[in-house]
């Protein structure tokens, strides 16, 4: 069964005024109750264009972010309510208005914090898809997953007004290949066909997907500069070798 409702003049949510609306929802049988949801969520216009940048409300609004891990530190990996509204708490203060989840989809409960307390997210699917970085790693389970894992993020994140991109992974080993293009344009039409209002990218690090020309590289260049070398300058020579395609895959829209 489909509800439509109306809000008449609503308070719109933004970094500076997250305002908020709870739902409640109630399964009767006559009159008794045999189930019952109730979550919060937020109303705001998100836009996107090469004139304005990106904007909420139409007015245009510049990322000041950063990326953090799922853990909490000497905490650990345990999702804690307060723990996570903390680490935003103490973001905001330090002047930033975004985060990516590295590299993970993010909890509920930080999720709720960064409704709360007007943060934007870019929730992150994985840091690998089918080409391994360690012997038992999730590459070996991501082909009967992901599909199942995309469903899971888009469900979790879909009524949270903090939410504006999705990221399809970061440090994808395949991401700069022909196969790896093939596959971030299915991941992403796959999380379009569930939730169309929010963007998609995907994070290309040059070095590691390049990983397969290091050895050659390294080869024909002094081995001395090489280890002086800053990473950025590796990534870029890297990337001049495996041509203009990884160059372009470094936009990050798919």
């Given at each position: 069964m489909n509800a439509t409702l109306y809000l008449n003049n609503p308070s719109l949510w933004n970094v500076d005024t997250p305002n908020l609306y709870r739902c409640r929802v109630?399964?009767?049988?006559?009159?008794?109750?045999?189930?019952?949801?109730?979550?919060?969520?937020?109303?705001?216009?998100?836009?996107?264009?090469?004139?304005?940048?990106?904007?909420?409300?139409?007015?245009?609004?510049?990322?000041?972010?950063?990326?953090?891990?799922?853990?909490?530190?000497?905490?650990?990996?345990?999702?804690i309510e307060r723990a996570e509204e903390r680490r935003v708490q103490l973001l905001k203060e330090a002047g930033y208005n975004a985060i990516r989840s590295a590299h993970h989809p993010m909890s509920k409960a930080l999720l709720k914090a960064c409704d709360k307390h007007g943060m934007l997210v870019m929730d992150e699917l994985s840091d690998m898809w089918y080409v391994p970085k360690s012997k038992d790693d999730f590459a070996n389970h991501f082909k009967?997953?992901?599909?199942?894992?995309?469903?899971?993020?888009?469900?979790?994140?879909?009524?949270?007004p903090s939410v504006i991109m999705y990221s399809i992974g970061n440090e994808i080993i395949e991401a700069g290949s022909n196969s790896g293009a093939a596959l971030a344009r299915k991941l992403s039409n796959r999380i379009r066909?569930?939730?169309?209002?929010?963007?998609?990218?995907?994070?290309?690090?040059?070095?590691?997907?390049?990983?397969?020309?290091?050895?050659?590289?390294?080869?024909?260049?002094?081995?001395?500069?090489?280890?002086?070398?800053?990473?950025?300058?590796?990534?870029?020579?890297?990337?001049?070798?495996?041509?203009?395609?990884?160059?372009?895959?470094?936009?990050?829209?798919?």
């Amino acid at each position: 069964m489909n509800a439509t409702l109306y809000l008449n003049n609503p308070s719109l949510w933004n970094v500076d005024t997250p305002n908020l609306y709870r739902c409640r929802v109630k399964l009767l049988d006559n009159i008794d109750c045999i189930d019952k949801w109730e979550d919060s969520f937020g109303i705001r216009i998100l836009t996107l264009d090469k004139y304005n940048g990106l904007s909420i409300q139409g007015e245009t609004i510049k990322l000041y972010g950063g990326c953090i891990h799922h853990d909490n530190g000497v905490i650990g990996a345990a999702t804690i309510e307060r723990a996570e509204e903390r680490r935003v708490q103490l973001l905001k203060e330090a002047g930033y208005n975004a985060i990516r989840s590295a590299h993970h989809p993010m909890s509920k409960a930080l999720l709720k914090a960064c409704d709360k307390h007007g943060m934007l997210v870019m929730d992150e699917l994985s840091d690998m898809w089918y080409v391994p970085k360690s012997k038992d790693d999730f590459a070996n389970h991501f082909k009967d997953y992901w599909e199942t894992m995309i469903q899971a993020m888009v469900d979790k994140d879909y009524n949270h007004p903090s939410v504006i991109m999705y990221s399809i992974g970061n440090e994808i080993i395949e991401a700069g290949s022909n196969s790896g293009a093939a596959l971030a344009r299915k991941l992403s039409n796959r999380i379009r066909s569930l939730d169309d209002s929010r963007y998609i990218t995907c994070g290309i690090n040059g070095m590691i997907s390049n990983m397969d020309k290091l050895e050659e590289w390294i080869k024909i260049n002094d081995s001395d500069q090489v280890v002086n070398m800053s990473q950025n300058t590796m990534e870029k020579n890297l990337i001049q070798r495996r041509g203009v395609g990884l160059m372009l895959s470094h936009l990050g829209f798919v």
